[in-house]
């Protein structure tokens, strides 16, 4: 595997259900992000961490509870979802130094709450 | 926080016709402006960037300009091909790391007619 992957590539939910999107990346950099993408906000942050500590949490609900348990991997854990939080969850990557800033996206997690 | 508008949000152009699309920003300490492409059901990647010390950067038939006075900058696809079939996202931080959040643009769908 090269680049970054997500797991599962598609999820669908209930309000009630417990569920995590998982991201691994294998180039080695020192940030990951997770974005919500949709029709109404096409690219929205929501979390940021670089050398495993959180940097970012833009204003995200607390259903929403990210996880960097080491610099390759990235949890998103879902719980009590709502219908509107049905969305394409991007997961992001970069080495973090001045050389550049380069964002290496997953495929995504399409994500469907009934 | 900063605050990146982008327009047009579709353009439709013919093969081998140019493209343009143009990107505003609010802070003006801002130095790193990516653009990103993201083609259907795929994720998005990086094509061009530019940073504040320079106005103009070309890559084949791509070519980016930033003018820092008037905080807009733009992209321009000369030549247009069916492949640049896309949607395309401008994004503006105050540098190129972690801890310098990137802020998205909302898009620009362009089609190119064979």
């Known amino acids: 595997e090269t680049g970054v992957t997500q797991t599962p590539r598609h999820l669908v939910m209930g309000m009630t259900n417990k569920k995590s999107l998982k991201c691994e990346q294998h180039l080695g950099h020192n940030a990951m992000y997770w974005y919500k993408q949709s029709a109404k906000k096409p690219l929205e942050l929501m979390f940021v961490?670089?050398?495993?500590?959180?940097?970012e949490n833009n204003s995200v609900p607390s259903r929403f509870s990210p996880e960097c348990p080491n610099s390759s991997h990235l949890f998103l854990h879902l719980h009590t979802l709502q219908p509107e939080d049905s969305a394409l969850y991007l997961c992001?990557?970069?080495?973090?130094?001045?050389?550049?800033?380069?964002?290496?996206f997953g495929e995504g997690s399409r994500l469907t709450v009934l | 926080g900063e605050n990146v508008e982008q327009h047009p949000s579709t353009l439709s152009v013919q093969e081998g016709d140019s493209a343009v699309i143009k990107c505003t920003y609010s802070d003006s300490a801002s130095n790193y402006f990516p653009w990103y492409k993201q083609e259907l059901g795929k994720r998005p990647q990086l094509i061009i960037d530019i940073r504040s010390n320079v106005g103009e950067k070309k890559d084949q038939r791509i070519a980016v300009t930033l003018n820092k006075t008037a905080k807009h900058f733009s992209l321009h696809i000369t030549e247009t091909q069916p492949e640049d079939s896309a949607v395309y996202f401008c994004a503006a931080s105050r540098g190129h790391n972690a801890g310098n959040m990137l802020t998205f643009g909302g898009g620009t769908r362009l089609m190119v007619k064979p």
């Open positions: 992001a990557s970069s080495q973090d130094q001045p050389n550049t800033g380069e964002l290496f």
């Open positions: 961490y670089s050398l495993e500590e959180r940097v």
